[in-house]
Structure formats: C-alpha cells, structure tokens
C-alpha cells in the first residue's frame, strides 16, 4: 500500500520547476507595484523636452496671417505642429532656429506630411516675403496683443528662445528652452508620430 502512495506523490523536481515558474510570473508584478506604491521613479523619461504637465489649449482666435488675414486656430488643427513664437522681428538667431526646424522636418522623411512648422509674431515682420521664400512650407502668423494676440503670448512664452510641439488637437505637450537641442526634438518628434493614435 505505500509503495502505491509513494508512486503518486508529486515529484520534487517538478514541484521545484512549478515553484519556480510561478515566482517568475509574480515577481515583476510584485516588484513594480512596490516601486509604484513606495514612490518611486525614474529620474529621467525618455523625452528630450520639458513635458508640460499643466494642459494648455491654443487660443480659438487671435492670429493673423502675415498679410493681415484672420488665420482661424481651425487651420492650424490635425496635424502635428512645430512653433516658434517671439516678441521681435524674426532676426539672426530666430532665423537659424527656423532653418534648424526644416531640418528637423525633412529628417521626418515619410511623415512630413503630418507636421507644420509656425512662426508665431507679436510684432508685423518686416522680412516677411524674404522668410516666406526662404522658408516655402512656414506658416507665418502674427498675434497683436491689441487683437487677442496676448492669450497666445500666456499659452506661448514669446522669448524666442524655445520651441514648441502642439499636437493635433490644439493641445501645447512639450517645450524646448535649449536653441540647439533640435536633435532631441527629431527624436521625440518620431516617437510621438510612431505612437500616435492621431494620423
């Protein structure tokens, strides 16, 4: 009679190997939900950019075209935006960040179709037809805070020394203070459009 119970009792070996399964399975779950719960993370996310944590929408109204026209926030949805706003005429170093910002989209390769590059102005541009030729794709807009303009100056800091993603629903999500860090905007920029659920 023991000979038959010894014969059905489970193996140690394969109780070892079940054991063992099982912790693997757990163990991320147990280990990520004390780090979530202790508070901890990482000290850098894969961005490049300041991630804006408060929302901030564009303003419905207050651009202008270069040549006076109104220029609806409408047109500027459903597509992915790149924006330089400033507070001065576009000079030497608002035009370099330009030329950084083509680069950056023609790096896009196949999906430069779903960004635009802006030009945002408190002031008219005096070189406007010399930018316009120089820079075919640019949607240049100008915002007088005597026509609404100063709640696009609240939502964009108009310093001209940062660049702005919008995504395409009107929604401002990441900034870039650094003039030269257009290599991490490409980055963050293809990761955004890979990931996308907005086409």
């Not at 005096?126 to 807009?141: H, I, S």
Request: proline letters at 7%; aromatic letters at 8%; charged letters at 20%.
């Amino acid at each position: 009679m023991s000979s038959i119970a010894s014969d059905f009792s489970p193996n140690r070996p394969a109780r070892r190997t079940l054991l063992a399964l099982v912790a693997v399975f757990f163990l991320p779950f147990i280990v990520g939900s004390g780090l979530f719960w202790s508070g901890w993370r990482p000290e850098r996310f894969g961005n490049h950019g300041e991630l804006l944590q408060t929302p901030r929408v564009l303003p419905e109204s207050g651009l202008r075209h270069a040549d006076g026209r109104p220029l609806p926030t409408s047109e500027l949805r459903g597509k992915w935006l790149l924006a330089l706003p400033v507070n001065a005429a576009c000079a030497t170093a608002c035009q370099q960040q330009l030329q950084q910002m083509q680069q950056v989209h023609i790096a896009l390769n196949k999906e430069q179709t779903r960004l635009r590059r802006v030009l945002i102005s408190s002031v008219a541009e005096p070189a406007a037809a010399d930018l316009q030729g120089r820079f075919p794709d640019l949607v240049m807009a100008l915002a007088p805070a005597a026509q609404g303009g100063e709640a696009w100056h609240e939502v964009l800091d108009g310093s001209g020394q940062a660049v702005y993603i919008v995504d395409p629903l009107g929604n401002v999500m990441m900034r870039y203070a650094d003039p030269g860090n257009m290599r991490g905007v490409l980055k963050d920029l293809e990761r955004l459009l890979k990931y996308s659920w907005i086409r």
